[in-house]
């Protein structure tokens, strides 16, 4: 990044069952901007369910694009100084020719092979099939991860704005999908004691390789730089009643797999919601943008 480090914000992408956090430095102010004034600006609602809408210009003042993050908008003042408008969610991207674009969080069709609905605009693709047992992937430049249901029905894939929903994806399972503005975020939803307590999707990547790290978590690295890009942690589980429990998840060669605590589930109140997570590690949307150009 050409305007230096700063303090990292955690940006969740969620991808397949799988969350995906990426840092987003907090890039550090000239020597000029000492003066600067942070402000969380409430800004007017925006027509992206995801995304809150782009802070509005304070009077005589102009843009630092250079200054600017996915959660936040730099402006020079007319007395110098910089005022700053952030936002708790991401609202902008920088696209591969360096612009700061809006967020789309919205799913749109496409008629490319084996995908049915991407997010519209963002700093990542999210991939969807038309069918619970096609491929899920998420894509920034340079970089992917794709994940297939193991034993996933074809049941078709509806979609309302953001969200995209495979109902008996499984047996006694439906599967979730909510695009949101840093997020593809899926929930395994276990209707009745009836749905299975292990799971397992099949994994490829593009320029990463995948490793077990800790306690039941799994780091996938670039193979050019060899910093950590996505991080699968210990998954989460959680049922009707908000009692949540333990699961284990496993990797072996391309294959991701997580178990459900059966004791636990035995006594749990149905729905039982399932959600491992992937988060990113290390790289934001514009150093992985700026890596690969």
């Given at each position: 990044m050409s305007?230096g480090?700063g303090l990292s914000?955690g940006v969740?992408?969620?991808?397949?069952?799988?969350?995906v956090l990426?840092?987003?430095?907090?890039?550090?102010?000239p020597?000029a901007?000492l003066a600067t004034?942070?402000?969380?600006?409430t800004?007017?609602?925006s027509t992206?369910?995801?995304?809150?809408?782009a802070?509005?210009a304070?009077?005589?003042?102009?843009e630092v694009?250079s200054?600017d993050t996915p959660?936040?908008?730099?402006w020079?003042?007319s007395n110098?100084?910089?005022?700053?408008?952030?936002?708790a969610?991401?609202?902008?991207?920088k696209?591969t020719?360096g612009?700061?674009?809006?967020?789309?969080?919205?799913?749109?069709?496409v008629?490319n092979?084996?995908?049915?609905y991407?997010?519209?605009?963002?700093?990542?693709?999210a991939e969807?099939?038309?069918?619970?047992n096609g491929?899920v992937?998420?894509?920034?430049p340079?970089?992917?991860v794709t994940?297939?249901?193991?034993?996933?029905s074809?049941?078709?894939?509806?979609?309302?704005?953001?969200?995209?929903?495979?109902s008996s994806?499984?047996?006694?399972?439906d599967v979730?999908?909510d695009?949101?503005p840093a997020?593809l975020?899926?929930s395994?939803i276990?209707?009745s004691?009836?749905?299975?307590s292990q799971?397992a999707?099949?994994?490829s990547t593009?320029?990463?390789?995948?490793?077990?790290?800790?306690?039941?978590?799994?780091?996938?690295?670039?193979l050019?730089?060899?910093?950590?890009?996505?991080?699968v942690p210990?998954?989460?589980?959680?049922d009707a009643?908000g009692a949540?429990?333990t699961?284990s998840?496993t990797?072996?060669?391309?294959q991701?797999?997580?178990?459900?605590d059966?004791t636990?589930l035995a006594s749990?109140?149905?729905p039982v919601?399932?959600?491992?997570?992937?988060?990113?590690t290390?790289?934001?949307?514009?150093?992985?943008?700026?890596e690969?150009?």
């Amino acid at each position: 990044m050409s305007e230096g480090s700063g303090l990292s914000r955690g940006v969740e992408l969620v991808f397949g069952v799988l969350t995906v956090l990426i840092l987003v430095p907090v890039f550090a102010m000239p020597t000029a901007a000492l003066a600067t004034t942070l402000t969380d600006t409430t800004t007017s609602p925006s027509t992206n369910p995801g995304a809150p809408g782009a802070p509005t210009a304070p009077p005589n003042s102009t843009e630092v694009p250079s200054l600017d993050t996915p959660t936040s908008t730099t402006w020079r003042l007319s007395n110098g100084s910089y005022e700053v408008s952030a936002e708790a969610a991401p609202y902008q991207y920088k696209d591969t020719s360096g612009n700061w674009e809006p967020i789309d969080d919205s799913l749109v069709p496409v008629t490319n092979p084996g995908e049915a609905y991407e997010n519209a605009a963002n700093a990542y693709t999210a991939e969807l099939p038309p069918t619970a047992n096609g491929a899920v992937s998420m894509h920034v430049p340079g970089y992917s991860v794709t994940f297939t249901l193991n034993g996933a029905s074809a049941s078709p894939v509806i979609t309302s704005g953001s969200t995209a929903t495979y109902s008996s994806a499984l047996a006694n399972v439906d599967v979730k999908f909510d695009v949101e503005p840093a997020a593809l975020e899926e929930s395994d939803i276990l209707e009745s004691s009836g749905a299975p307590s292990q799971f397992a999707w099949n994994v490829s990547t593009t320029g990463l390789a995948m490793q077990t790290v800790g306690n039941d978590a799994i780091l996938f690295t670039s193979l050019t730089t060899h910093q950590p890009v996505f991080e699968v942690p210990a998954p989460t589980v959680t049922d009707a009643n908000g009692a949540t429990g333990t699961a284990s998840l496993t990797l072996a060669p391309g294959q991701l797999s997580v178990a459900i605590d059966s004791t636990w589930l035995a006594s749990a109140a149905f729905p039982v919601t399932l959600d491992p997570t992937v988060e990113g590690t290390g790289n934001s949307f514009c150093e992985i943008q700026q890596e690969n150009n």
